[in-house]
């Protein structure tokens, strides 16, 4: 690859104002939609499309990671310093002649800024939430508040994971930073809902809700696993299932497979990574999957016990789409459509448990809040 400055921040105003024009289409469909109802109930709609288009980014995100399409642009925020693939067409062409199976083709650039376009598209809407709430109700500025400091971290990981070259670590953080921004999406419209009609929570006896809230806690660290995993390359590190390379305890190497802190296919020292340390990060991530798994089901379980039948259906399905394309990614060669719904799936039982958690509240916090409202 032809050496380019990594940083070019010349096309930013371009790319900035593209983000504006294009996020002007979800917010005219939102109020011309529902023209007829107030603002509030118009920037609830809003949310819950920004909800629905930060999960497409979250996909398309891992796609473009699937695809090898990365660097397919190697500087950042634009493209060898255009805006698109375009202006660009002529380094793209000389990069591609120069390796014509790297990570920098046609093809892979435009991947990459489609990713790059849709998530300035999504930050541009993020913002619009954040200053309806400034502006209209006070009462719930707290959360698009963070949600707007969030997806700007998210955007500095995204940068650094071009800049970086692919740095397992930050790609993995890029990936969870993604998950948390679909559960602050969801929080805020979950709030709004409840601001908006006055709906009650849920009571749940605190132990179940402390279960769920562990839960969550659980998975984002399989998700954090998953992610090191993709990031690593060390999918196909076990091609069999249950077993790995068919045995239960292949030979693996945990020490140069967790070194947190070194670029991609090299361990600290630079040297290239060994294969049993890829087969140590698939091992843990496949065998800490099940306590997770278990834990599901009993949420699941719990929630359908209380009421939360439609929450409950949807982490038995969801859990059981996880578990077909996780083992389908191993034994089948990982393709793409298998990868891409794992990704989905991770981030759809996320979102059912914070679901959850927010139309619900502890029974011990109504009583006590019942017990100061009572008249004397």
């Known amino acids: 690859m032809q050496e380019v400055a990594l940083f070019n921040l010349e096309p930013i105003l371009r790319l900035l104002l593209l983000a504006a024009v294009v996020a002007m289409g979800p917010l005219a469909w939102v109020w011309l939609r529902h023209r007829h109802h107030d603002v509030p109930q118009r920037v609830h709609h809003l949310t819950a499309l920004t909800l629905f288009l930060c999960f ?3 996909l398309f995100g891992s796609f473009t990671r699937l695809s090898d399409s990365g660097l397919g642009c190697p500087d950042w925020p634009g493209c060898y310093g255009y805006m698109s693939p375009l202006g660009a067409g002529e380094a793209i062409e000389a990069a591609q002649s120069a390796m014509p199976t790297g990570p920098v083709t046609l093809s892979k650039a435009w991947i990459e800024m489609i990713h790059r376009y849709l998530a300035m598209t999504v930050g541009v809407l993020i913002l619009t939430l954040a200053v309806f709430s400034w502006k209209r109700d006070r009462t719930l500025w ?11 971290v998210q955007g500095a990981f995204g940068a650094l ?23 602050l999406l969801l929080i805020q419209l979950l709030r709004q ?13 605190s132990s179940v ?6 839960t969550v806690g659980l998975l984002l660290v399989q998700v954090v696993m ?4 993709s990031s690593n390359y060390a999918v196909m590190a076990c091609d069999t299932y249950p077993k790995c390379q068919g045995a239960w305890w292949p ?11 070194r670029h991609l296919g090299v361990d600290g020292l630079g040297e290239a990574l060994p294969f049993q340390a890829l087969t140590a990060i698939h091992f843990v991530h496949r065998w800490h999957a099940v306590p997770v798994a278990l834990l599901l089901l009993w949420s699941a379980f719990l929630l359908h016990k209380h009421g939360l039948t439609l929450q409950a259906k949807g982490l038995w399905l969801v859990l059981l789409l996880q578990f077909i394309t996780g083992v389908s990614n191993a034994v089948l060669g990982w393709p793409l459509l298998a990868a891409l719904l794992h990704t989905a799936s991770a981030a759809g039982l996320l979102m059912l448990l914070s679901w959850s958690l927010g139309i619900t509240e502890s029974r011990s916090s109504r009583h006590i809040a019942t017990t100061f409202s009572r008249p004397d």
Do not use: Q, Y
């Not at 809902?193 to 006896?205: I, K, M, T, V």
């Not at 809700?209 to 562990?214: D, H, K, P, Q, V």
């Not at 030979?251 to 802190?261: A, C, I, T």
């Open 209 to 214: 809700r402390w279960w769920l809230m562990a």
């Open 251 to 261: 030979e693996m190497n945990f020490d140069k497979g967790f070194e947190l802190w």
């Open 142 to 152: 707290a959360w698009p508040t963070l949600t707007l400091v969030w997806v700007c």
């Open 161 to 183: 994971t071009v800049t970086m070259k692919l740095f397992p670590a930050i790609v993995s953080l890029h990936l969870l930073g993604g998950m948390l921004l679909l559960v």
């Open 226 to 229: 998953g992610a090191w995993v």
């Open 56 to 58: 497409d980014l979250v």
């Open 193 to 205: 809902r409840h601001a908006l009609w006055a709906e009650s929570r849920l009571a749940l006896p």
